[in-house]
């Protein structure tokens, strides 16, 4: 699929409510979506893959990822008004790929999550912002898991990331590096569109090969 069509395709989802500041609850847009999942699936392969979408919200990333062929995506989303967006982007989905699909609606970190085994996990998690280590459990699920990779999204000036892949063995590599915009979401933004500094990482095994490059969007 080219990016074009991915993201006009993801951009015509049910938007993420974004009701709850302390979640960190903000839009993916369609375009960042579509051309990260597209590295993801150059990278990785989806094809047939069991992806796990943590912290899913309305579903973008792991939608994306049915789109291009994953053979199951497990979206887990802790925020009831974001699944029931969720929900409706699912069925709003040829069968096909609705079928393949499962929402669990629960906490990372703080309930016990069925992720069949994925072979693939990705997220942008909550940053810290709000409060302090929030991306700490997402990050946990993921490094204490067997997947092959692991593609985070995360703000630009976060290092820690890193030096907490090492040490559950795991080596890291930036993949994008982009612009993430922030619209007006909640009354304390005011009116104004902001924008801040994102990487997307791959975590991957040692031993495994890394890219010889990045790419910028």
Aim: charge should be negative.
């Amino acid at each position: 699929m080219r990016p074009k069509h991915l993201a006009i395709a993801l951009s015509k989802l049910i938007p993420h409510p974004c009701t709850d500041v302390s979640m960190e609850q903000y839009a993916t847009e369609g375009d960042l979506a579509a051309y990260w999942m597209l590295a993801v699936d150059q990278l990785d392969g989806l094809e047939g893959r069991c992806v796990a979408d943590l912290g899913a919200g309305n579903g973008i990333l792991g939608i994306a990822a049915l789109m291009l062929g994953a053979g199951r995506v497990v979206f887990v989303e802790a925020d009831e008004n974001a699944a029931a967006v969720l929900q409706q982007n699912i069925d709003g989905l040829d069968d096909a790929l609705s079928r393949r699909a499962t929402i669990l609606n629960a906490h990372v970190g703080g309930d016990e999550l069925d992720l069949e085994r994925p072979d693939i996990i990705v997220m942008n998690p909550p940053w810290g912002v709000q409060r302090a280590r929030a991306d700490r459990p997402f990050l946990d699920v993921g490094f204490a898991s067997e997947a092959v990779a692991i593609h985070v999204l995360h703000s630009d000036r976060a290092t820690h990331l890193e030096p907490m892949a090492i040490d559950a063995g795991w080596e890291g590599e930036i993949v994008l590096r982009t612009t993430f915009r922030l619209p007006p979401t909640y009354a304390h933004h005011g009116q104004r569109q902001g924008a801040t500094d994102v990487k997307c990482w791959r975590f991957f095994r040692h031993g495994d090969a890394r890219l010889a490059h990045e790419t910028d969007e």
